[in-house]
């Protein structure tokens, strides 16, 4: 199996930033698409961003302008880096990786935990 872990949430102000990272790990062989989504309580999750092994990357309309996606193919790593953050940001965010284990197929939407981000003042 992939593994997905994020970390780097926690509580930041109104107007602060905040930077999150997963990392992929274990039974790796091959990762496509990687994103982000989140999901606050009573809403289903949605989308945040997304970035493909080309670097071609995709934003909802409520981040644009304010995150960026990026990722470091070496390190299995994808990052969302959080500015200008307001409180209706405040969710839990979640890691996702279109990836392969073992071979080249099948190929599955792996998941990470979750790490909160609360933005409040």
């Known amino acids: 199996q992939v593994h997905l872990v994020e970390s780097g949430g926690g509580l930041v102000q109104p107007g602060g930033s905040l930077r999150l990272s997963c990392t992929a790990s274990?039974?790796?062989?091959?990762?496509?698409?990687m994103g982000w989504y989140r999901q606050a309580p009573g809403k289903q999750r949605e989308l945040v961003a997304t970035?493909?092994?080309?670097?071609?990357?995709n934003y909802a309309d409520s981040v644009k302008g304010r995150f960026t996606i990026s990722r470091d193919n070496a390190k299995n790593t994808v990052y969302l880096q959080m500015n200008s953050l307001k409180p209706e940001d405040t969710s839990v965010y979640y890691c996702?990786?279109?990836?392969?284990?073992?071979?080249?197929?099948?190929?599955?939407?792996?998941w990470g935990q979750g790490t909160q981000v609360t933005v409040s003042s």
């Open positions: 996702n990786a279109e990836a392969s284990a073992y071979g080249p197929y099948p190929e599955n939407d792996y």
């Open positions: 274990g039974s790796i062989f091959s990762i496509n698409a």
């Open positions: 970035i493909t092994n080309g670097g071609v990357t």
